[in-house]
């Protein structure tokens, strides 16, 4: 119990500090997250949107393929990613392995299928009258996408929030296609990971308290969006 | 008449439209003169919103040729071609999450006006349909009928050549529906044509100049009641009430 209060007092001193090894692991977590679900929510809209609304062949194959997808454990897209990119696979020559790229990359494999899943039950639970509507008052076809979305939009937020804490959160991919360098490829659950196997508790604990921090605050921000919860009347 | 107002707005030959493997839609010929009101009747599930919905551009038949204006075209050119110079109005009207204001702008900013511009015809729009005192309220929370009204002035600030209605006073109490006739006998004199689809015709058929009928996704016509093709619209633009 006191080696844990300590620990957690100089998590908050080391938080306070400013200490830059921490800050600059918190940096690179921001900065790979932000851009893997920048580049995985558009792409993840419109499929899902063409899952919800497009009649093809082998949709509802491709539902299910997606909804299966969501299951995949994160070393398992590491690994896939790590045999893409390495130098004998097909993406060797690229030079990605061990960069924030590859991370990256594995992020967007990793969010891309519950993304795409959480916003078509998004899109499949409104109306369908509102593309009608939009349609027929003469939007163009993008435009009345981008209206059905709006119309659905906490759904949808909800689902790029779930996608967000997803790949924040995951060590696996990251440690594999990373490689955990310092300033380069260390974010927060894999200097964890590290630290704890050191048996250095204070930097682990730190960095938990800002993702902890961060989920609040993105949860407090999507509950204060939808107003009051309450069913509309 | 000129030139121009003896073409008909619309004519359709050879209409297919199929479900699930199934016809639901079958209809020869089906012709639509610019300003008239035409009555669709039909037990439920005979085609009425299918047929709207394709004449709205919303669906693609199968088959079928569209002369559009005099251009005759198919039925995928005839879908874009329609989509926004007819509008569609559901049974229950979908309303966007905003204001009346807002759900009414909706079509305008499609067209690319600008805000000025938007604000001036939506307050004279709003003083057309009595609904001036509902401008901010938010639309999801008007009435039925209120609703109805907003989706109807929503319609007629595009000024469509042909205007759809589904079963659209179905659910509307007495006064609600005087309201809208009037609004409709309007939008006729401002020139739209008008396809009301219904399968409680009495009360609209004072609104018509001829009434059609699906059966099984076949038209057939119906000549409207007293032998008269055409019943002359009242000058007030009131109609009888439910007879």
Redesign the interface.
Known sequence: MNELTEASHQALQLLASGDGVLWSIIGVSFSVSLRAIAIATPLALLGAFALAYLRFPGRRTLVTTVNTLMAVPAVVVGLTVYLLLSRSGPLGALHLLFTQWAMIIGQVLLCLPLLIAMAHAALQSGDQRAWETALTLGANRWRAMCTVMYEVRFGLLAAVIAAFGRIIAEVGCSMMVGGNILYHTRNIPTAIALETSKGEFAQGIALGIVLLAFALALNFGLGYAQGSGEVSR | MSQDNAQPLLTVRGLEFAFGGRRVLDVAQLRIARGEAILLVGDNGSGKTTLL?IL???LVAARGEFTCLGSTMAPRAAARFC??R???L?Q???M??GTVEENIA??LK??GRDSAQQRIEIRDMLAWAELGHLVHRPA??LSTGEKQRVALT??RI?APSLLLLDEITANMDADSRRRTHTMIADLRRAGSSVVFATHDHAPLEALCDQRLELAAGRLVDAPLPGGADVIPLRRDGVTTEPR
């Open positions: 919905k709205a551009g919303l989509r926004g007819h509008v569609y559901h229950s009207p979908y966007f999450d909706y079509g499609q067209r999801r929370q929503r319609a595009l």
